[in-house]
């Protein structure tokens, strides 16, 4: 079976974030530059914090993905500060996009260790299609069991409606409320199984 468009347009393979020591002065900033063609003095890099602003993402979050080897600082200040590139925003919003569609942290690092280490050949396609198809089911499942919320909730909701109090204040029946009951009962059933 063929991926998805959508699990083919998904950057999957995103480029692997590159370490670079630590720059210690500005000139040995200049230095790395030229050496290594690699921008250091901080026009091309962004700082945690407006990494966290351009994916709305928090600062520790981001923290947590570097923890988790989920991202990658290409390099740190003489002050210790985190320094990113571009390809870190697509990045993250990356792994945001997996964590909407109901992936882990832990399976995202899955996801990223078997294409870092294997590439995307057809051995790794094989296992990607087969962890996006358990997902696919897996939401579909979901889906199916939020239907059955949903119209709980509208019949739960109808027979509290209808049982509104008369002019005397007490209208209510003993079926009304033993119906209402029995709405109850059922969504106890539903939302714990």
Same mark, same amino acid.
């Given at each position: ?61 981001? +923290? !947590?993905?570097?923890?988790? $080897? #989920? &991202?990658?600082?290409?390099? /740190? ?8 590139? %571009? ?57 199916? +069991? !939020?239907?059955?919320?949903? $119209? #709980? &909730?509208?019949?739960?909701? /109808? ?8 002019? %005397? ?12 009951a029995a709405e109850i009962i059922r969504a106890s059933t539903i939302f714990h199984p």
């Open positions: 079976m063929q991926p998805t468009s959508r699990l083919a347009s998904m950057p999957l393979a995103v480029p692997r974030n590159r370490k670079l020591p630590a720059v210690e002065s500005p000139a040995a900033a200049a230095r790395e530059s030229q050496a290594s063609g690699v921008d250091t003095a901080g026009e091309n890099y962004i700082r945690v914090g407006e990494l966290a602003a351009r994916t709305g993402k928090t600062v520790r979050a981001l +923290h !947590l993905y570097e923890e988790l $080897g #989920l &991202l990658t600082p290409v390099t /740190r200040t003489d002050g210790g500060f985190r320094l990113y590139d %571009q390809d870190a925003v697509v990045r993250v919003k990356w792994i945001i996009r997996m964590q909407d569609a109901g992936f882990t942290l832990p399976m995202i690092q899955d996801i990223l260790q078997l294409v870092e280490n294997n590439g995307f050949g057809v051995r790794t396609q094989k296992t990607l299609v087969k962890v996006f198809e358990e997902k696919l089911l897996e939401t579909r499942k979901q889906r199916e +069991h !939020l239907a059955q919320v949903e $119209g #709980l &909730l509208e019949r739960t909701l /109808r027979a509290i409606q209808e049982t509104a109090p008369g002019p %005397q204040g007490n209208s209510r029946t003993a079926a009304i409320d033993e119906g209402i």
